[in-house]
């Protein structure tokens, strides 16, 4: 079946399956529902509208269904926030196929389809670019595991779905925030009375489900254990993420490194501007590119030593490193870590369970920048404007400076979680 070609429209709405028992949250959804289940004083369905609504969507259509008028008497229409909400309600014993299918007179042609208890950092313009140059009718958001649900093609077509999941060579699992044009998807009903995962098995035969993988890893309350982890990664946190060569310590001459504690060279401006920062209860993560590891210009012992004097140093002036993520590859490597890949970042963020969407990335080199936005975390530029001609518009750091201490009041303003700027 061939996807109708319509205007190109990025979603504006929203649409989350809200009505699930959920039973491996028992007993704490005896009188909750799942998507009401707090995390730091604030119901996890806050939390996904409030993320969909720094993307630019701020209609949404929640299907009901367990404990409704609990969803529906926090959330109302929505208006408090700036929201236009509306809900499809339905019994308890709806599937998530007919929940669905009731609400069609409420949907738009295309919108975006969401589970109320998984939560990843993603990007709406990034997703809508994958769907498009697809052309598929549906376009999944996977995650890598191993035991999946989810196989595919070499080009992102999905290949093989399988809500049991056998774990035969399915490599990746579906967590929801997928692109759904309405009529096509419909059109593969057999009958309303369906879990949508069998309507998802027809369309993967047909040819016309796509993916976009999400290397951030991603949270979940569908189970205790997760739901703690998920708490801890929404908690409000003051992580600022540097680059160490050309911002904390002078870079050395080009093709040289640093690679004895004696050749660090604090930049004093960076340094003052750090302490100013942790007084105002901001910790660091250190990101640093280190090619003259692989290159034998380095030793890594040597590299430590740096580093744990860097750390002492910035101690004494009560500058906490949480800690320091080296890339050691040579740049013909390929390797994920490097910037401006942002294995490093994501890596981070998995450990110091923060989210990137919502901290700064300190640099001085345009690929710092790069690095930034490919993990989705905005970016500080230490040096002049007119060294950022190669980065596209998306791309670009949202304030430059040649000296970090003139960028502190922006830093707090990004990091304020009481001005609109929907950060949290």
Known sequence: MAMVSKQIINPKQAVILCGGLGTRMMPYTQI????????????????????????????????????????????????KWGWKIVYSDGPVEWDTGKRIWEAKSKLDDRFL????????????????????????????????????????????????YNNNRPGNNLDFVEIGYMVVEKDQVFSFYQSPDCNFSIVLEKMVASGQVGSMLQHDQYYSISDPKRWKEAEEYLKFKKIILIDRDGVINKKAHKGEYVSRWNEFVWKSDTRNA???????????????????????????????????????E?????????????????????????????????????????????????????????????????????????????????????????RLTACISNILEFFNPNISNDNY
């Open 314 to 402: 910035l101690l004494k002036d009560g500058i906490e490193i949480l800690d320091i993520y080296v890339c050691p590859h040579h740049w013909d490597a390929n390797c994920d870590c490097r910037k401006p890949k942002p294995g490093m970042l994501y890596k981070a963020s998995a450990e110091w369970k923060f989210r990137l969407d919502k901290t700064l990335f300190i640099g001085d080199d345009y690929r710092d920048c790069q690095a930034a936005f490919n993990s989705g975390c905005k970016s500080v530029f230490i040096g002049k404007v007119d060294e950022l001609e190669n980065l596209t518009e998306d791309e670009k750091p949202i304030f430059t400076n040649k």
């Open 32 to 79: 909750t529902p799942k998507p009401m289940i707090l995390c730091n004083e604030k119901p996890f369905l806050f939390y996904l509208l409030k993320q969909l609504h720094s993307q630019g969507i701020n209609r949404f259509v929640l299907l009901t269904g367990y404990l409704s008028s609990k969803i529906i008497n926090y959330f109302g229409d929505g208006a």
């Open 274 to 312: 750090m302490k100013t920062l942790a007084k105002k209860g901001f910790k660091f993560i250190v990101v640093s590119n280190q090619a003259g590891i692989s290159r034998k210009m380095i030793d890594l012992k040597d590299l430590k030593k740096i580093h744990v004097n860097m750390t002492k």
């Open 113 to 160: 389809l969401l589970y109320s208890d998984n939560f990843v950092q993603f990007s709406l313009k990034k997703i809508f670019t994958v769907h498009n140059k697809n052309k598929k009718a549906i376009t999944l958001m996977l995650s890598s595991k191993r035991q999946g649900n989810v196989a595919i093609s070499s080009s992102g077509a999905v290949k093989e």
